[in-house]
């Protein structure tokens, strides 16, 4: 028999635990009974001023610290705040628990005051939710919730509790084990798998790493970095394994997809053999499935069996964690470059061609403005490979992913898989919580910021002193850049005058944060270095920049990477190149 | 694109139905027809799936339906190796044509369960191909209604989908709790 107290007190003591030291959320009716025993807890509790930078706040911690984040809301509307970021953690696989009250189970079917049916509306949109009705099964589905968050692979878990199952008395006691009879992923690789993966490489002329976001969750940079100077292949990291393989490596083509590197695109259009890892062919990658990567064998290593076959054929699947699987190829590789090692000069050839005819760049805006992209890689340069950069969706996004220079896993944070705009604020101040020593920067385009940045105030109240850059160029740029390229120019709605209103340096003095503004290019650095002074508030900086700026290289939506174009309508020149 | 019969075991707990459902729907994997019911276990329930789909996609539907964390086990069903059965209840508006109707009925080894104001009530048990073949018969002679219970298959001789779950073994996967540190490399 354990303890006796509420289920609430339960519940406090369940996440002490599971070892949580920071959550973030706000109270409601239904959830008031964890509040109290909160209250007394070591557990530093976060108060938000909206239940989605709860929730993007907790994916900001987990993405850099490696641990479970957890944010907490009460029924109803609290409830359906977190919806967007369960969403946004269950596409990019981020380790979450969110608690939510519910209305009294005698209420639930009642259409209540504050009722929703939130494990129905987040069953598609979580790894695995949980509505609990009796105190006695609060521990053991919060012991459940942590393990089935981070293992395997990572996602959020809901776990919604009955108002009075918080309010009944309960014994507490936390489990020292649990079972489940179906849930157990498979850590350990096939040594068959890996034996046929080995024959692949071996026989391979133009091999390519394929490495996605999975690298960074299994943290197994180091066997990537290993594996792929063993083999002396070129590396392309996806937008959510940016950081997974330092960019200053010579073995780094860059980030494949719609706005990659032309070496990146094509490494994999021409490749013989993909090695992915722990990527998932996803259409912002792929581009036409049809026309991707049609000469290459694959081999697939993901933790998550559902990702094999699902849009491309694996020639040889490796189920596993990545950190195990890498440390079996890399055992295996070494044994057979002994007799055999794939001659990768041709391939070396064509591949250092494209990357020095095509490096990343942009063109300096005629009118004199600041160039977006010049904001963002001085930033990055200013700040240094040591600091986390956090972005919004869009325009800035792609080019903080371009322009800034990467060179350890668990430093760039965005929203890959749902595009949230909004997500840089309220996560950039989840990785300030779980890194306070590291300079922490949200890069934001004026639309983004405008949906989240209320949390600025929950940041200056807590000090929590993260540094915001608002590339402002008034508008949505990349709907924008889309209706440039695809409506004729006709801007619809995508003008947010965000020049005029509202006044960023205002806003961010209203909510206790130090505001700039930096209008002219030869500004940006003395306002970066000033920012970068700042460390007792946190800094918004209004970057006012070229509003025609657009994301280069470009695969429109739909098209086949072999269309890839390095600015408007104009193509690599690809008879100039050996391919 | 061709039918696939699954077998599925779940854990016996609230919203199961709903979770399967969800991904189905989500995923847009049609079902043909989808029963539910008790097993010998009562912690476990069984669901019997039909599909139409492409070979390639039933393993993508296998391994989307082993993602969710209260699938036990899941098996194909084949004709070769499984008994499969579907139940027919049919209403047919007998008239004068009882006799004609009786003895379709019995050439079927389906029976008559229920008469009542001149509507016989049929009921059949049997494969896909027999139900569809009876229900060819009885079509002249006006359908009220009729009810299927989707099919369910169980494996021919000794094997059982039961002894492929750890849990039927009394051996369900046991994970050590600790702090969150531990769940980190």
Same mark, same amino acid.
């Given at each position: 028999?354990?303890?006796?107290?509420?289920?609430?007190?339960?519940?406090?003591? =369940?996440?002490?635990?599971?070892?949580?030291?920071?959550?973030?959320?706000?109270? $409601?009716?239904?959830? &008031?009974?964890?509040?109290?025993?909160?209250?007394?807890?070591?557990?530093?509790?976060?108060?938000?001023?909206?239940?989605?930078?709860?929730?993007?706040?907790?994916?900001?911690?987990?993405?850099?610290?490696?641990?479970?984040?957890?944010?907490?809301?009460?029924?109803?509307?609290?409830?359906?705040?977190?919806?967007?970021? &369960?969403?946004?953690?269950?596409?990019?696989?981020?380790?979450?628990?969110?608690?939510?009250?519910?209305?009294?189970?005698?209420?639930?079917?009642?259409?209540?005051?504050?009722?929703?049916?939130?494990?129905?509306?987040?069953?598609?949109?979580?790894?695995?939710?949980?509505?609990?009705?009796?105190?006695?099964?609060?521990?053991?589905?919060?012991?459940?919730?942590?393990?089935?968050?981070?293992?395997?692979?990572?996602?959020?878990?809901?776990?919604?509790?009955?108002?009075?199952?918080?309010?009944?008395?309960?014994?507490? =006691?936390?489990?020292?084990?649990?079972?489940?009879?179906?849930?157990? !992923?498979?850590?350990?690789?096939?040594?068959?798998?890996?034996?046929?993966?080995?024959?692949?490489?071996?026989?391979?002329? /133009?091999?390519?790493?394929?490495? $996605?976001?999975?690298?960074?969750?299994?943290?197994?940079?180091?066997? *990537?970095?290993?594996?792929?100077?063993?083999?002396?292949?070129?590396?392309?990291?996806?937008?959510?394994?940016?950081?997974? +393989?330092?960019?200053?490596?010579?073995?780094?083509?860059?980030?494949?997809?719609?706005?990659?590197?032309?070496?990146?695109?094509?490494?994999?259009?021409?490749?013989?053999?993909?090695?992915?890892?722990?990527?998932? +062919?996803?259409?912002?990658?792929?581009?036409?499935?049809?026309?991707?990567?049609?000469?290459?064998?694959?081999?697939?290593?993901?933790?998550?069996?559902?990702?094999?076959?699902?849009?491309?054929?694996?020639?040889?699947?490796?189920?596993?964690? *990545? #950190?195990?699987?890498?440390?079996?190829?890399?055992?295996?590789?070494?044994?057979?470059?002994?007799?055999?090692?794939?001659?990768?000069?041709?391939? @070396?050839?064509?591949?250092? =061609?494209?990357?020095?005819?095509?490096?990343?760049?942009?063109?300096?805006?005629?009118?004199?403005?600041?160039?977006?992209?010049?904001?963002?890689?001085?930033?990055?340069?200013?700040?240094?490979?040591?600091?986390?950069?956090?972005?919004?969706?869009?325009?800035?996004?792609?080019?903080?992913?371009? +322009?800034?220079?990467?060179?350890?896993?668990?430093? @760039?944070?965005?929203?890959?898989?749902?595009?949230?705009?909004?997500?840089?604020?309220?996560?950039?101040?989840?990785? /300030?919580?779980?890194?306070?020593?590291?300079?922490?920067?949200?890069?934001?385009?004026?639309?983004?910021?405008?949906?989240?940045?209320?949390?600025?105030?929950?940041?200056?109240?807590?000090?929590?002193?993260?540094?915001?850059?608002?590339?402002?160029?008034?508008?949505?740029?990349?709907?924008?850049?889309?209706?440039?390229?695809?409506?004729?120019?006709?801007?619809?709605?995508?003008?947010?005058?965000?020049?005029?209103? !509202?006044?960023?340096?205002? *806003?961010?003095?209203?909510?206790?944060?130090?505001?700039?503004?930096?209008?002219?290019?030869?500004?940006?650095? #003395?306002?970066?270095?000033?920012?970068?002074?700042?460390?007792?508030?946190?800094?918004?900086?209004?970057?006012?920049?070229?509003?025609?700026?657009?994301? @280069?290289?470009?695969?429109?939506?739909?098209?086949?990477?072999?269309?890839?174009?390095?600015?408007?309508?104009?193509?690599?020149? @690809?008879?100039?190149?050996?391919? | 694109?061709?039918?696939?019969?699954?077998?599925?075991?779940?854990?016996?707990?609230?919203?199961?139905?709903?979770? %399967?459902?969800?991904?189905?729907?989500?995923?847009?994997?049609?079902?043909?027809?989808?029963? %539910?019911?008790?097993?010998?276990?009562?912690?476990?329930?069984?669901?019997?799936?039909?599909?139409?789909?492409?070979?390639? %996609?039933?393993?993508?539907?296998?391994?989307?339906?082993?993602?969710?964390?209260?699938?036990?086990?899941?098996?194909?069903?084949?004709?070769?190796?499984?008994?499969?059965?579907?139940?027919?209840?049919?209403?047919?508006?007998?008239?004068?044509?009882?006799?004609?109707?009786?003895?379709?009925?019995?050439?079927?080894?389906?029976?008559?369960?229920?008469?009542?104001?001149?509507?016989?009530?049929?009921?059949?048990?049997?494969?896909?191909?027999?139900?569809?073949?009876?229900?060819?018969?009885?079509?002249?002679?006006?359908?009220?209604?009729?009810?299927?219970?989707?099919?369910?298959?169980?494996?021919?001789?000794?094997?059982?989908?039961?002894?492929?779950?750890?849990?039927?073994?009394?051996?369900?996967?046991?994970?050590?709790?600790?702090?969150?540190?531990?769940?980190?490399?």
């Amino acid at each position: 028999m354990g303890t006796e107290m509420t289920g609430a007190s339960s519940l406090v003591k =369940s996440l002490e635990a599971a070892g949580v030291d920071v959550m973030f959320g706000i109270p $409601g009716g239904a959830v &008031l009974p964890v509040y109290d025993p909160l209250y007394d807890s070591k557990i530093r509790h976060i108060l938000v001023r909206h239940e989605q930078g709860a929730g993007h706040a907790a994916t900001g911690y987990a993405q850099v610290t490696g641990r479970v984040g957890v944010c907490m809301a009460t029924s109803g509307p609290g409830a359906t705040n977190l919806v967007t970021p &369960l969403a946004d953690a269950q596409m990019d696989s981020v380790p979450l628990v969110a608690i939510t009250g519910q209305v009294p189970s005698a209420a639930i079917g009642t259409d209540a005051f504050q009722e929703a049916d939130i494990r129905g509306i987040t069953m598609p949109i979580t790894k695995h939710n949980y509505l609990v009705t009796n105190p006695d099964d609060i521990p053991r589905a919060i012991a459940e919730a942590f393990h089935i968050a981070s293992t395997g692979r990572p996602g959020p878990v809901l776990v919604d509790i009955a108002k009075d199952a918080l309010q009944k008395m309960t014994n507490f =006691s936390y489990p020292t084990s649990i079972q489940f009879a179906g849930y157990k !992923p498979q850590v350990e690789p096939d040594a068959q798998a890996i034996r046929d993966a080995v024959a692949l490489i071996a026989q391979a002329k /133009k091999p390519v790493f394929y490495v $996605g976001g999975g690298i960074i969750k299994a943290n197994a940079s180091k066997q *990537l970095m290993q594996i792929a100077e063993l083999l002396g292949a070129p590396v392309v990291t996806t937008l959510m394994a940016r950081g997974a +393989f330092p960019d200053s490596h010579n073995l780094h083509l860059g980030m494949p997809g719609m706005h990659g590197t032309v070496a990146a695109v094509t490494a994999l259009q021409k490749s013989d053999l993909l090695i992915t890892l722990g990527a998932r +062919f996803d259409d912002r990658v792929t581009g036409k499935l049809s026309s991707f990567a049609v000469h290459a064998k694959v081999i697939h290593a993901d933790i998550d069996p559902a990702e094999i076959g699902k849009n491309r054929f694996a020639d040889v699947p490796i189920i596993g964690d *990545l #950190a195990h699987t890498l440390n079996a190829l890399i055992l295996a590789l070494q044994e057979e470059f002994k007799k055999n090692k794939p001659d990768l000069t041709v391939w @070396w050839r064509q591949m250092s =061609s494209l990357r020095a005819a095509y490096p990343l760049g942009y063109d300096k805006p005629v009118d004199g403005s600041t160039s977006p992209q010049y904001v963002i890689e001085r930033i990055g340069a200013i700040s240094g490979p040591d600091s986390i950069y956090v972005a919004g969706v869009g325009q800035h996004q792609m080019w903080a992913s371009q +322009f800034v220079k990467y060179e350890k896993p668990r430093t @760039w944070l965005n929203s890959g898989g749902l595009g949230t705009m909004g997500y840089a604020v309220p996560a950039a101040m989840g990785a /300030k919580v779980g890194m306070p020593d590291t300079t922490v920067w949200a890069i934001d385009g004026d639309g983004c910021f405008q949906m989240t940045n209320q949390e600025l105030v929950t940041c200056s109240l807590n000090n929590i002193p993260i540094k915001v850059a608002i590339i402002n160029n008034e508008s949505l740029g990349m709907v924008r850049q889309w209706q440039t390229m695809f409506y004729e120019g006709r801007y619809s709605n995508t003008s947010l005058h965000s020049k005029r209103i !509202p006044d960023f340096v205002k *806003l961010a003095d209203a909510m206790g944060c130090a505001g700039l503004r930096c209008e002219r290019p030869e500004d940006v650095d #003395a306002v970066i270095k000033e920012a970068m002074s700042i460390n007792d508030q946190p800094v918004v900086v209004d970057f006012r920049v070229f509003r025609d700026a657009m994301v @280069w290289p470009m695969v429109a939506a739909g098209t086949s990477n072999d269309e890839i174009m390095i600015a408007r309508g104009i193509a690599p020149d @690809w008879d100039s190149q050996e391919l | 694109m061709s039918t696939h019969t699954l077998a599925v075991l779940v854990e016996n707990s609230p919203g199961v139905l709903a979770r %399967v459902a969800s991904l189905f729907s989500r995923r847009a994997y049609n079902i043909d027809s989808l029963a %539910v019911g008790p097993t010998e276990n009562p912690d476990i329930s069984r669901m019997t799936i039909v599909l139409n789909l492409d070979g390639h %996609v039933l393993d993508q539907v296998m391994a989307q339906l082993y993602k969710l964390v209260n699938v036990i086990a899941i098996s194909e069903m084949t004709d070769e190796t499984t008994v499969k059965r579907e139940l027919l209840l049919v209403k047919v508006n007998a008239g004068s044509k009882k006799s004609e109707i009786s003895s379709l009925v019995e050439k079927f080894s389906a029976t008559i369960v229920n008469e009542d104001g001149g509507f016989l009530t049929v009921q059949a048990i049997g494969e896909p191909a027999h139900i569809e073949a009876l229900l060819a018969g009885l079509t002249p002679y006006g359908i009220k209604e009729l009810v299927q219970s989707g099919l369910v298959a169980l494996e021919k001789g000794s094997a059982a989908l039961s002894d492929r779950t750890l849990s039927a073994q009394g051996i369900s996967t046991l994970h050590e709790i600790g702090t969150q540190a531990d769940y980190q490399n």
